[in-house]
């Protein structure tokens, strides 16, 4: 497990010994990670696989930035799996599950600092993961092309899907505004459709597997949606 205060960079070194000690009493608010829902349920080697990918794309930040013993204890690994439930789930689905699980938090629940004002506007509340056929099939071209000697770095990228939930109530007045603007320029210029929507906000985005943890970083220094989002099937901007 992992984590930083509400109000501090989530990725910062800090001292161990605090951080142990704020581990073990449990604070939610120092926890990181995207929640992650599996919605595809074909190949559970290849999920496995997919996870490990991501575990491995954290270890090596970590290592990278010297934070294997201080930050990376308390990033927090949430995978939902309930193939009745999530298989075949659509992204707007798991948008709404997703929403009412971080509308949910206290605690009782979640535990000591989940009331704390700014734990529901750590990108762990507002961001989560959808592992659908596309994620996964990235992942298997990513292998295929290594099989046959292409060079890790030039493989296909295996991605996620980063869902963006609804906006807390703190920014309910500029969010509106700024969907009244995004609503005028989508009634304009409409989009190929995806999954039925021809808005170019999805409300998600594809994300590279080997930038997710610093995609987490610059979205808790609060790098704005509009910064990083490109419509799929185009990657992040990250």
């Keep these: 497990m992992d984590d930083t205060q509400g109000h501090n960079h989530p990725l910062a070194k800090e001292n161990l010994p605090i951080l142990k000690a704020l581990q ?3 604070q939610v608010v120092f926890h990181w990670g995207f929640p992650i829902y599996r919605c595809d349920y074909s190949d559970d080697a290849l999920f496995d696989r997919f996870h490990a990918v991501l575990r491995r794309h954290a ?46 938090l206290s605690v009782e629940r979640d535990g000591l600092g989940a009331d704390h004002r700014l734990t529901r506007f750590l990108p762990r509340f507002e961001y989560c993961v959808h592992v659908g056929k596309g994620s996964l099939d990235s992942l298997r071209a990513h292998e295929e092309a290594v099989e046959k000697g292409t060079a890790e770095r030039r493989a296909p990228p295996v991605l996620i899907a980063l869902i963006r939930a609804p906006q807390n109530s703190a920014f309910k007045e500029v969010v509106e505004n700024d969907e009244k603007d995004d609503d005028e320029e989508n009634l304009a210029n409409e989009f190929e459709p995806i999954d039925g929507c021809t808005a170019q906000d999805l409300g998600w985005v594809y994300v590279k597997a080997a930038q997710w943890v ?17 419509r799929p099937p185009q990657v992040a901007n990250v």
């Excluded at 090596?60 to 934070?67: D, F, G, I, K, V």
């Design 59 to 104: 270890n090596e930040y970590a290592q990278r930035n010297r934070q294997d013993r201080t930050t990376a204890l308390y990033l927090t690994w949430t995978v939902n799996q309930d193939r009745e439930a999530l298989g075949g789930a659509t992204k707007e689905q798991i948008r709404t599950q997703f929403t009412e699980w971080r509308n949910g």
């Design 214 to 230: 610093t995609l987490y970083k610059e979205l808790h220094e609060d790098r704005g949606w509009e910064h990083i989002y490109r």
């Design 24 to 26: 073990a009493e449990g």
